[in-house]
């Protein structure tokens, strides 16, 4: 079974930690990606990675940063988290293609910043 | 603003009642895919669309991509309690690894 698996289920932080979400693939897939999910307004997206060490800004990347060492991880990093960064925080991996290859989610992390 | 537009917003139907939800992009889709996601929980591939006028089925669900592909419809027959959930369209756009998605059609099946 392809499994792309993040750290946390739930996790609440304060306003101003550092914090981590992490994201594990074992396809080897070489697209990994990471969004935030709010009601009325879908998926967006905040930054991917096509490659080991290389990553692209997505649609709303203000306030995040990731890290990608190591092909199978790609890590989510809220600097300075905010009340406003609240939110279902999703990962996903597929591999390279044409526009044409399935992504895999996983389950979610839903980060709670007080 | 997304690139990917999703109608309705939400739906709530009654059981046995069909469904159509549409999905439309502002440019040329070179692949389009159907997710859909059960409340908190991660994405579940549906179908994935490829070229104009294709037409695909699982089940009860039936997704087709317009001849333009810029335009894609999911439709339900004889809805059920089990189709509930988030229905949201994605596609690659700008580059062949950015994959965005719309803004979500949430789905209610009243008994």
């Known amino acids: 079974d392809v499994k792309v698996t993040q750290s946390s289920r739930y996790l609440v932080k304060r306003t101003g930690e550092k914090v981590f979400l992490e994201c594990v693939q074992d396809?080897?897939?070489?697209?990994m990606f990471w969004y935030r999910q709010d009601p009325g307004l879908g998926l967006r997206l905040i930054y991917f990675s096509y490659d080991v060490k290389m990553k692209e800004k997505g649609d709303i990347p203000e306030g995040y940063s990731v890290s990608r060492e190591k092909k199978e991880r790609f890590s989510l990093i809220l600097e300075s988290a905010s009340t406003n960064q609240t939110s279902m925080y999703l990962c996903?991996?597929?591999?390279?293609?044409?526009?044409?290859?399935?992504?895999?989610f996983g389950q979610g992390t839903r980060l709670t910043v007080v | 603003s997304q690139e990917l537009e999703q109608s309705p917003q939400s739906l709530i139907v009654q059981e046995g009642k069909n469904l159509t939800i549409n999905c439309t992009s502002s440019?040329?889709?070179?692949?389009l895919y159907w997710y859909k996601q059960k409340y908190g929980e991660g994405l579940i591939f549906l179908m994935m669309?490829?070229?104009?006028?294709e037409e695909k089925s699982h089940e009860k669900i039936t997704a087709k991509l317009d001849e333009k592909k810029q335009q894609s419809s999911l439709h339900i027959t004889a809805s059920q309690p089990s189709h509930a959930g988030i229905y949201l369209c994605g596609a690659y756009t700008g580059t062949a690894s950015k994959l965005t998605f719309g803004t979500g059609t949430r789905l209610q099946v009243t008994l």
């Open positions: 996903a991996s597929s591999t390279q293609g044409q526009g044409n290859t399935e992504a895999f």
């Open positions: 669309l490829q070229k104009g006028g």
């Open positions: 396809m080897d897939h070489e697209n």
């Open positions: 440019k040329t889709l070179y692949g």
